[in-house]
């Protein structure tokens, strides 16, 4: 099975931050990267879907980005409404797995 | 609209057998993919399993043995079945679409005595 290792497990930010969140995988899955967030008591929420596409209504302070095995989701501009939980899902091959989350949080 | 809504027992009991309902309307399941994904009580998320447009089946490596995933196109519905439950199976379920922008509630169930 494709591991995906997710870090940091907590970032800690302050309003307005720049901050990015990493998976890597353990063997190639291509652009086959998605990235969800979830707030408590929600469902999660597609944001980037192929390693760097902003899925529909998605602010465009979010993007994706992959470096070799790295994929990074980066927040340009902290908002309030961006403190959640994010989880990168590798979708290349079944079983699909997810990363172990980032909790986003208010320094 | 695409929506879809899990349903099952809320309370199951150690060693017995878990039955869900992913009941789904806005598409056909003959034409896309429905996944279920799990997540206990302030954890993360874990994939359990997948049946594809075409009726076969993808599970998570270590729910394989006890886990099984089916569907009745003409009633729109899908069924996980989970068997031996354990309580680390106590979470929230959620069925979702292609693993992408639909998600269902989700349906919290406790396994306990």
């Known amino acids: 099975d494709i591991q995906m290792t997710q870090s940091p497990s907590s970032l800690p930010a302050s309003l307005g931050d720049r901050v990015t969140i990493t998976c890597r995988a353990s063997?190639?899955?291509?652009?086959?990267l998605r990235w969800f967030q979830q707030k408590p008591g929600k469902s999660p929420r597609l944001m980037i879907y192929?390693?760097?596409n902003l899925a529909a209504g998605v602010p465009s302070r979010f993007s994706g980005s992959r470096s070799g095995s790295d994929y990074s989701l980066t927040i340009s501009s902290l908002e309030s409404e961006d403190m959640a939980d994010y989880y990168c899902l590798q979708s290349k091959e079944s079983p699909f797995t997810f990363g172990s989350g980032t909790k986003l949080e208010i320094k | 609209q695409v929506q879809l809504k899990e349903s099952g027992p809320g309370l199951v009991q150690p060693s017995q057998t878990l039955s869900l309902t992913c009941t789904v309307s806005?598409?056909?399941?003959?034409?896309?993919?429905v996944h279920w994904v799990r997540q206990p009580p302030g954890k993360g998320l874990e994939w359990m399993g997948v049946i594809w447009s075409g009726g076969n089946t993808d599970y998570n490596s270590a729910l394989k043995p006890r886990l099984s995933i089916s569907r009745d196109t003409s009633k729109s519905q899908v069924f996980l079945t989970m068997n031996s439950l354990q309580t680390e199976d106590t979470g929230i379920y959620y069925c979702n679409r292609e693993i992408g922008g639909y998600w269902g509630q989700g349906v919290m169930v406790t396994v306990s005595s």
């Open positions: 806005g598409f056909s399941l003959t034409s896309y993919n």
């Open positions: 063997q190639d899955i291509g652009n086959y």
């Open positions: 192929g390693a760097t």
